[in-house]
């Protein structure tokens, strides 16, 4: 169990977009925190992994608009993004892996990151993130390669940032992702 303490860094906005297609994610984007100073930090980030999606008109039983479709070989390819005008919130918290009080280099959230996420959405949705921030890359790519690593490389992660928000696309769908990936400053 990870241990959290909550960051005096706050989440200023965030943007992105992302596809699934079959049991495969993948996403990008962008997130941006303000330091102790107020000073802004941008963050690059891209992630790819599995994912479980369902028809969120099967399950919720209502009855579907005609959504352009695009089928590839049996597979449904949706898609949604949000820009960074669109409502976001998040909170990022340190882990006992940070030491110090709280960061003080930008860069300490850069390498691999780990990201779970839930969405949900007809057209307009929403989402919910935990993003693992951090990870030593060498560890996250030993981790995908042998999966017995993955959680010392979930546990070596300084900071975990927390993130919800809306977003339009073509989508018809609630779906959960796991997903490696990295960060850049």
């Known amino acids: 169990m990870k241990i959290l303490r909550k960051s005096g860094w706050t989440f200023d906005t965030s943007a992105g ?25 941008r963050y690059f ?16 039983r209502i009855p579907k608009l005609a959504l352009p479709k695009i089928i590839v070989k049996g597979d449904e390819l949706s898609g949604s993004a949000a ?15 940070f030491k110090g009080v709280d960061l003080k280099d930008p860069r300490s959230l850069e390498g691999g990151t780990v990201y779970l996420e839930g969405a949900g959405g007809y057209l307009l949705g929403g989402n ?31 900071a975990a940032l927390t993130m919800a928000g809306v977003n339009e696309g073509l989508q018809n769908m609630a779906a959960l992702a796991f997903m490696p990936g990295q960060i850049t400053y």
């Open 17 to 41: 977009g992302g596809a699934g297609y079959g049991m495969f994610s993948t996403e990008g984007g962008i997130f941006v925190l303000d330091d102790l100073e107020g000073n802004r930090h």
């Open 45 to 60: 980030f891209s992630a790819f992994g599995p994912s479980l999606s369902w028809a969120l008109t099967s399950l919720l």
């Open 83 to 97: 820009t960074s005008n669109f409502k976001s919130y998040g909170k990022l918290f340190l882990t006992e892996s």
């Open 128 to 158: 919910g993130s935990l993003m693992m921030q951090g990870i030593s890359r060498a560890l996250l790519l030993m981790g995908v390669a042998k999966p017995d690593l993955i959680g010392m490389a979930i546990r070596s992660a300084p």
